[in-house]
């Protein structure tokens, strides 16, 4: 799939029929942003807001990622984001093991075609996701299969904890040589 290209990834999730998810999704959300991203974002899965438009962190959870973003000093070219799964589970549910590895392909093809330096994990099921064997600390940097990943809060949960926001800030004060 790699070898085909960005485009051919994409038709391959909108097409895509391994899982249940796809039975409700009304669009596939498959990314957005930069095709030669510094920082490669992994969330969970779209909500309602993300399988209306097809795109990520279209809601709330994406007006509290484009602040993250913002405060991290990143540019549009900078950064792209994506989800473990590429339908939203119903009821908004966490995505099931056997549906993220259904998707899991999908984004790590996403990841060897666009080779960013540095991807972030937004929150627990973005890390049970990608590196299931491991259990990461939040903001502490790690390699991972030849890739820097670093786990922050996902932007659904400084809504909900407004106290994250401060800790979340200082997990990128200390780490912005990550992607600078």
Known sequence: MV???YETVAREIIACIRCPLH???????????SCNPKVFFIGEAPGES???????????AGKKLDQMVEYMGLSEEDWFVTNTVKC?????????V??????????????TLLNPK??????????KSFCPERKLEWGVPVEH?????????HPAALIYTASKIEVQRGFIDKNRELWQ
Request: with cysteine; charged share 30%.
């Open 88 to 96: 939203r589970p119903p009821g908004n549910r966490k995505p099931r």
């Open 50 to 60: 993300e399988n209306k438009s097809g795109i990520p962190f279209y809601g709330r």
């Open 118 to 127: 540095l991807i972030i994990l937004l929150g627990n099921t973005a890390e």
């Open 98 to 111: 056997q549906e993220i590895e259904c998707c899991k392909p999908f984004l790590i093809a996403q990841i």
């Open 23 to 33: 039975e409700s999704a009304i669009k596939r959300v498959i990314g957005k942003g």
């Open 145 to 153: 299969e030849g890739r820097t990943i670093l786990k922050l809060y």
């Open 3 to 5: 070898e085909a290209g």
